[in-house]
């Protein structure tokens, strides 16, 4: 066994110019014996030294023992050569093996004035186990236990996707910064001429070519990026000294980076080379417990986002606990999709149309047409003898806003009829006792005249008048509940009364001509008959859906009259019935007798000589110098086609309507008329009885 030597039990041996090996145990002592060499007067030559400065390539043990070779004998003194352990740990097994013959070869001849200092860790002995290199101080062991460093570690890349800034760019620089003696640590050689891996290195220098394993070590890119895209955001990285978390938020504007607007974003950006990396990006920011980063966790791509996040992802979590934040978030996105989703929340209602309302609510919460089909679909099938049902709130501030009772109607009597009468309209349905109830129904003697009201209101010259055609009383709480949504100063509100026969020929209003808003806002009117789209038959559902839509033109008509105006009064023609459109249906009202053609369903003019029978109201127009009967409740006249709706007829919600004045400025007060809130369930709740 070789025999090992304190550094003080060895300083007297140092003298000998023949060439040695110094096989120390730790750096510690490696240093002090470099620190007594140079003291004696002996120059130190590292390995690096011997390695050329341009070379892409590690030289083999061959040309560097040549350079050093060199470079010993111009000394022309004792060399101390550093460094080897570096240059040995960048070798493999068979190369290592190499140096050390190469190095026995020179110790063995003992013609070169040279110490090579090695590790214990990395010399072998088995070349020296001959006792004359150890009786010679050819090998000399020096120090104490062996030291226990771990292993370093070594990855060679090309500066095309990595900027060297602290990092060797030459294999000579590697070696430099190594050091000494025995080492430890990562390291990083970034090589300009870096043309292939290099065979006969270590196992743990890692030589990254591949894109997307350098793209996986350097950059932290776990994405499966296609290679185009992987190397344009490498060399954008590099470029910029950028890491790509922070590339990729510039491109994409990091305000967008969000759970509301990056799916938009991404809808905007599908072109780009780049956009598997802004999924990436957002993998990696969002929220975990995010809607968008349960749908970002499947398998993404350009086409399929939207159905991903639109419609599958929610399927799939209908009834996660977290389901009303997810819909929530959900529904935020969507809006600012905009018609982008509308064809993918089709299919999501058609898919959920058969769960729970429990389980779907919180879920049509985008406020598309279609959404709100649905609710009121699924609402006409609740129980509404207490109004909309608490699921339901928030979700569609407009039919929210129509079963109001909040708002009553001068009149008990009128505030529990208009309510009834809206949640049945609703629900589709009318009982035999509503259509008793709206057949005895009497105009109540207080209730005012429209034309005298407006004939009041038209005095004041900065008064303008918006007329909504068909917009009768049933959505008197409606306007009112927009206005207190929006802020908007209601500065007086009635129902009133129209002329019989209660249709537009006979209710002309008296207005200043240049004082009236232009058009006339006939949708409602045309709904009422026609539907939400002509010529198709819609659903009860779609057309209450368009109907209380076209009160979003309305509102934004009054606000734009109050631009020019200091007030807009609203009101209408006339009211409209599509109970007595459903009570005929299901046969609860009765066609009445009548000689020849009537005029209308709901009114005809007057027999001569024949009393009125009680199924009509009487009512005798001046102008025309005319009686008319006009029909009572929900019965008809015979006559060919069909509606949705009525009007024409003596049913209070043909002949209510409002009288609202909007005047400008924040509201301070209560309207003048009708503020006081209805008392809940003034009529016997059997007359809601579905």
């Not at 009422?528 to 033109?553: D, K, M, W």
Request: hydrophobic share 40%; proline share 4%.
């Amino acid at each position: 066994m070789s025999r090992t030597y304190t550094l003080n039990e060895y300083y007297p041996y140092t003298d000998s110019v023949a060439a040695r090996a110094e096989v120390y145990s730790d750096n510690a002592t490696a240093a002090a014996l470099l620190a007594y060499h140079k003291q004696k007067g002996a120059v130190e030559i590292p390995v690096w030294e011997c390695v050329g400065v341009d070379t892409p390539i590690l030289p083999m043990p061959r040309t560097v023992m040549d350079a050093m070779d060199e470079r010993i004998r111009a000394a022309n003194k004792r060399v101390i050569i550093t460094g080897v352990d570096a240059y040995l740990s960048l070798l493999n097994e068979q190369n290592i093996e190499a140096f050390m013959v190469a190095l026995h070869g020179r110790i063995d001849k003992g013609t070169l004035n040279a110490v090579y200092m090695i590790s214990e860790t990395r010399f072998s002995g088995a070349l020296f186990s001959n006792p004359k290199f150890e009786n010679s101080f050819m090998v000399v062991h020096i120090g104490g236990d062996r030291q226990h460093l771990s292993q370093p570690a070594f990855t060679v890349v090309s500066d095309k996707y990595v900027r060297s800034e602290n990092n060797p760019t030459s294999w000579r620089d590697l070696l430099k910064m190594i050091g000494q003696y025995e080492a430890t640590g990562s390291y990083t050689l970034v090589l300009s001429k870096y043309a292939g891996k290099q065979a006969g290195l270590s196992g743990s220098v890692s030589q990254l070519r591949d894109i997307a394993e350098i793209a996986g070590w350097y950059y932290g890119i776990s994405v499966n990026l296609p290679e185009n895209a992987l190397e344009m955001l490498m060399e954008k990285c590099k470029e910029g000294n950028h890491s790509p978390l922070e590339y990729l938020k510039a491109q994409v504007d990091e305000n967008h980076v969000n759970t509301r607007l990056a799916v938009k974003r991404l809808f905007d950006l599908r072109n780009d080379e780049l956009w598997d990396a802004y999924v990436w990006l957002l993998q990696k920011t969002i929220d975990k417990r995010s809607y968008l980063s349960q749908v970002l966790a499947a398998a993404i791509n350009k086409d399929n986002l939207l159905r991903k996040y639109v419609f599958e992802a929610a399927i799939s979590l209908l009834n996660d606990r977290n389901a009303a934040d997810f819909a929530a978030e959900r529904a935020a996105a969507i809006k600012e999709l905009g018609a982008f989703a509308d064809a993918l929340i089709v299919e999501f209602i058609g898919n959920i149309k058969e769960r729970s309302d429990e389980e779907a609510a919180c879920w049509l919460n985008c406020g598309t047409e279609a959404e709100r089909v649905e609710i009121i679909r699924r609402v006409s099938q609740s129980n509404l003898t207490i109004g909309l049902p608490q699921l339901w709130n928030g979700l569609y501030p407009l039919l929210e806003d129509y079963l109001s009772d909040i708002y009553d109607y001068s009149s008990e009597y009128l505030t529990a009829y208009f309510r009834d009468y809206r949640r049945f309209k609703v629900a589709n349905t009318v009982t035999e006792s509503f259509v008793k109830r709206a057949f005895d129904a009497a105009l109540p003697a207080d209730i005012v005249s429209r034309d005298s009201v407006l004939q009041e209101l038209s005095a004041n010259k900065g008064a303008a008048l918006l007329v909504v055609d068909g917009m009768g009383a049933e959505y008197y709480p409606l306007v009112r509940a927009m206005a207190k949504r929006r802020g908007m100063n209601i500065a007086s509100a009635t129902v009133a009364a129209v002329r019989l026969p209660s249709s537009t020929q006979f209710n002309r209003l008296q207005w200043d001509a240049d004082r009236i808003l232009t058009p006339e806002i006939h949708e409602i009117d045309n709904i009422s008959h026609n539907g939400a789209v002509e010529y198709e038959r819609c659903p009860f559902e779609q057309n209450i859906t368009a109907a209380l839509a076209a009160f979003e033109t309305i509102i934004n008509r009054i606000a734009n009259g109050l631009v020019n105006y200091e007030c807009v009064v609203v009101t209408a023609d006339h009211g409209s019935s599509r109970l007595a459109v459903i009570a005929h249906d299901k046969g609860l009202d009765k066609d009445l007798p009548w000689n020849g053609a009537p005029l209308d369903w709901r009114y005809a003019i007057a027999p001569p000589k024949t009393e009125c029978p009680p199924e009509f109201e009487p009512y005798y127009d001046e102008q025309k110098n005319t009686t008319y009967w006009v029909v009572r409740g929900y019965n008809r006249l015979p006559k060919k086609g069909g509606k949705l709706s009525v009007h024409g007829g003596a049913a209070l919600e043909e002949r209510l309507v409002p009288v609202i004045v909007f005047s400008k400025g924040k509201p301070e007060t209560e309207p003048e008329q009708l503020d006081k809130q209805t008392v809940p369930q003034l009529v016997e709740k059997e007359d809601f009885n579905i």
